[in-house]
């Protein structure tokens, strides 16, 4: 079965410092791969999105990911972190179902503190 | 352009009580989402709307749950004799093109608290 796993829970890093938020999926094809945030209070905002081509790619806000198949990884890079992105991630794989559409499959999260 | 928007934003209901939930999808939008988030399960996918076809409710976790999608655009989201366990933030996404490379955006979700 198709699932998403970002092992990290909770993460505190100070502001200005590197990020890298990790996330592996398990899908038998070729995965499409999102990333998401969500504020206190807020619904789920894109923040980029991985579908072929170029392994790395750009999103909003300053932040990129790097699909890896050999690692079954899609992980959320910033290399400066501001205040305002203390927030909740979540990765996602778009499962396909035979209908043509797709169910987005979720990781359970991962909680972002900035330290000032 | 406007986004995918929810009502209301807070419910607050007892338990027995019938609660519906709006969803408005970007508009040109054909295809509509609603998906579940609670402390105890995450995110979990409840069901799809594609134009006018049937839904696909394979995510509804009871039949109290029920949506309709009124012209292929608004869609509701009815919960019929509220329990506690149902209390969570439902939110809507909507997106364009089917399968393939599709992008679902998220709307500001309906948090439902059941006392």
């Known amino acids: 079965a198709q699932s998403v796993t970002q092992p990290d829970i909770h993460i505190t890093v100070s502001e200005g410092a590197s990020l890298e938020l990790r996330c592996n999926y398990s899908y038998g094809a070729t995965p499409y791969l999102f990333w998401y945030v969500q504020s206190p209070g807020q619904g789920l905002q894109l923040l980029l999105k991985?579908?072929?081509?170029?392994?790395l790619v750009q999103g909003i806000k300053g932040f990129e990911a790097e699909f890896k198949r050999s690692q079954s990884s899609f992980n959320l890079r910033k290399p400066s972190v501001h205040w305002s992105d203390a927030a909740e991630y979540f990765c996602?794989?778009?499962?396909?179902?035979?209908?043509?559409?797709?169910?987005?499959?979720f990781g359970a999260g991962t909680r972002l503190a900035v330290h000032p | 352009g406007a986004g995918v928007s929810q009502s209301p934003s807070n419910k607050v209901t007892e338990k027995g009580k019938d609660v519906e939930l709006r969803c408005d999808p970007i508009?040109?939008?054909?295809?509509l989402y609603w998906y579940r988030q609670s402390l105890g399960q995450g995110l979990e996918f409840l069901i799809y709307f594609q134009g006018n076809s049937a839904p696909d409710k394979s995510g509804l976790p009871s039949d109290r749950f029920s949506a309709e999608r009124t012209g292929g655009s608004v869609s509701t989201l009815t919960i019929q004799r509220t329990q506690q366990e149902d209390s969570a933030v439902y939110l809507c996404?909507?997106?364009?093109?089917?399968?393939?490379?599709?992008?679902?955006?998220f709307g500001p979700g309906t948090r439902l608290l059941v006392l």
């Open positions: 996404a909507s997106s364009f093109q089917l399968g393939g490379q599709e992008t679902q955006y």
């Open positions: 508009s040109g939008h054909t295809a």
């Open positions: 996602a794989v778009a499962s396909m179902f035979s209908g043509g559409y797709n169910k987005l499959i």
């Open positions: 991985y579908f072929s081509g170029d392994t």
